[in-house]
Protein backbone atom coordinates (compact mmCIF):
# COMPACT_ATOMS: atom_id res chain seq x y z
CA UNK A 1 0.00 0.00 0.00
CA UNK A 2 1.52 3.31 -1.17
CA UNK A 3 1.04 5.97 1.49
CA UNK A 4 -0.59 9.52 0.08
CA UNK A 5 1.87 12.17 0.42
CA UNK A 6 2.00 15.36 2.79
CA UNK A 7 1.26 18.41 1.24
CA UNK A 8 3.24 21.68 1.99
CA UNK A 9 1.71 24.72 0.14
CA UNK A 10 4.62 27.16 0.09
CA UNK A 11 3.28 30.74 0.11
CA UNK A 12 6.39 32.32 0.00
CA UNK A 13 9.97 32.68 0.94
CA UNK A 14 11.58 33.44 4.32
CA UNK A 15 13.84 36.47 5.23
CA UNK A 16 17.21 35.53 3.40
CA UNK A 17 19.32 35.83 7.16
CA UNK A 18 16.86 32.88 7.73
CA UNK A 19 16.59 31.00 4.77
CA UNK A 20 20.69 30.96 4.80
CA UNK A 21 20.71 29.00 7.63
CA UNK A 22 17.80 26.93 7.78
CA UNK A 23 16.49 26.84 3.95
CA UNK A 24 13.20 27.77 2.78
CA UNK A 25 9.79 27.10 4.65
CA UNK A 26 9.21 23.73 3.17
CA UNK A 27 12.59 22.38 4.54
CA UNK A 28 12.03 23.95 7.86
CA UNK A 29 8.81 22.30 8.10
CA UNK A 30 10.00 18.89 6.72
CA UNK A 31 12.91 19.46 9.50
CA UNK A 32 10.74 20.29 12.17
CA UNK A 33 8.10 17.55 11.55
CA UNK A 34 10.71 15.13 10.81
CA UNK A 35 9.44 13.81 7.65
CA UNK A 36 11.91 12.69 5.01
CA UNK A 37 11.48 15.17 1.76
CA UNK A 38 10.31 12.03 -0.42
CA UNK A 39 7.02 11.78 1.61
CA UNK A 40 6.32 15.23 0.83
CA UNK A 41 5.09 17.50 -2.22
CA UNK A 42 5.90 21.36 -2.20
CA UNK A 43 3.84 23.82 -4.06
CA UNK A 44 4.87 26.66 -4.40
CA UNK A 45 2.04 29.00 -5.19
CA UNK A 46 3.67 31.83 -5.22
CA UNK A 47 5.55 30.92 -8.26
CA UNK A 48 2.56 29.98 -9.70
CA UNK A 49 2.56 26.10 -9.44
CA UNK A 50 -0.69 24.41 -9.24
CA UNK A 51 -2.63 21.81 -6.42
CA UNK A 52 -3.21 17.84 -7.79
CA UNK A 53 -6.25 16.92 -6.82
CA UNK A 54 -6.76 17.15 -3.46
CA UNK A 55 -7.36 13.38 -2.71
CA UNK A 56 -3.87 13.11 -3.51
CA UNK A 57 -3.17 14.08 -0.06
CA UNK A 58 -2.72 12.78 3.30
CA UNK A 59 -2.83 16.31 5.04
CA UNK A 60 -1.30 19.93 4.31
CA UNK A 61 0.68 22.22 5.58
CA UNK A 62 0.58 26.27 4.85
CA UNK A 63 3.53 28.19 5.66
CA UNK A 64 3.26 31.73 6.37
CA UNK A 65 4.70 34.80 4.66
CA UNK A 66 6.89 36.86 5.74
CA UNK A 67 5.45 40.33 6.17
CA UNK A 68 6.59 43.12 3.57
Request: glycine fraction near 8%; proline fraction near 9%.
Amino acid sequence: MSLRPLLILQTGNPPKAVSATHGGFDAMVQAQAGLAPERTTVVKVYAGETLADPATYAAAIITARPRT
